[in-house]
């Protein structure tokens, strides 16, 4: 009998390295466990457009959740399985309440498909400029959207989501994956997080969260380590993830997450 039924893990600084690529172990580990019937679900704040650096392990059958929990799908199809998106109203007036107090701040809107966001929204992060720039009240309405970003220029990532959840309390979910100078926090639907994605994906696919084993590295992760069976947490998380009291896997960059999957199956590399 396998030990666990189902893997879910963050990518960037976790499954993935520093460079982004994916480390043999890693590849060979998910692989190895595809082969035995336990599924792999990558949980990422990433859109859906930025999970091609998956393409290599389609041949897996695992699925996705993107954008924090928003968006459920296929890995191999990219067929969207489950959306769950912000109320056009309460995204508009919480970022307008967070531009208030914050005069700086800017703002994208994350959809299923593409993404928008206010003119100079690129100049404080590493994203190309966006096919669509509008006024904010324009982004809200174009489609649903399933991740709101902000970016503030002058304050901190910390400090800038504790100013921003003082202000939207449980209006919206408020939660990073990056931590710089220049704040970028993810805004969502109330209530989505990873864990609720896969709480409905485990439902779909019959299965107890108590057979999942998890990796994280940031606090956008920490309801799902805690929903799982086993969390495990990479050397380099977040302190607030380090503190949490999860077993560590090792170095992302070493393949931390393969070698610890590889060595609870009893398998060799």
Do not use: C
């Not at 299923?112 to 400029?129: A, C, I, K, M, Y």
């Not at 904010?136 to 959840?165: G, M, N, S």
């Not at 929903?227 to 607030?240: E, I, K, Y």
Request: zero cysteines; charged letters at 20%.
């Amino acid at each position: 009998m396998n030990p666990f039924d189902l893997i879910a893990t963050d990518l960037d600084g976790t499954f993935l390295a520093d460079d982004k690529q994916i480390p043999a172990l890693n590849a060979l580990a998910v692989r190895r466990a595809a082969r035995r019937g336990i599924t792999t679900v990558f949980a990422s704040g990433r859109p859906l457009r930025w999970f091609g650096v998956l393409d290599p392990l389609t041949d897996a059958h695992g699925w996705a959740v993107a954008a924090n929990g928003a968006v459920t799908f296929d890995l191999a199809t990219r067929e969207v399985a489950h959306v769950r998106p912000m109320a056009a109203d309460i995204s508009l007036t919480a970022a307008e309440q967070i531009r208030e107090r914050l005069p700086r701040a800017v703002f994208a809107a994350e959809y299923v498909s593409g993404w928008g966001s206010e003119p100079g929204f690129e100049l404080h992060t590493r994203e190309p400029g966006s096919p669509f720039q509008a006024p904010l009240d324009e982004l809200v309405d174009r489609d649903e959207i399933v991740k709101l970003i902000v970016v503030d220029p002058a304050t901190r990532t910390d400090e800038l989501a504790a100013i921003a959840r003082s202000i939207v309390g449980d209006r919206v979910t408020v939660t990073f994956s990056y931590v710089s100078a220049a704040g970028m926090l993810e805004m969502s639907a109330p209530g989505v997080s990873k864990a609720l994605a896969l709480r409905e994906l485990l439902t779909d696919l019959g299965l107890p969260a108590n057979r999942m084993i998890a990796f994280g590295d940031m606090p956008n992760d920490l309801q799902m380590l805690d929903l799982a069976g086993q969390g495990f947490v990479m050397d380099s998380s977040h302190p607030t993830v380090l503190g949490a009291g999860y077993p560590t896997a090792g170095d992302n960059n070493a393949g931390g997450v393969g070698a610890t999957i590889l060595r609870l199956l009893g398998e060799d590399a």
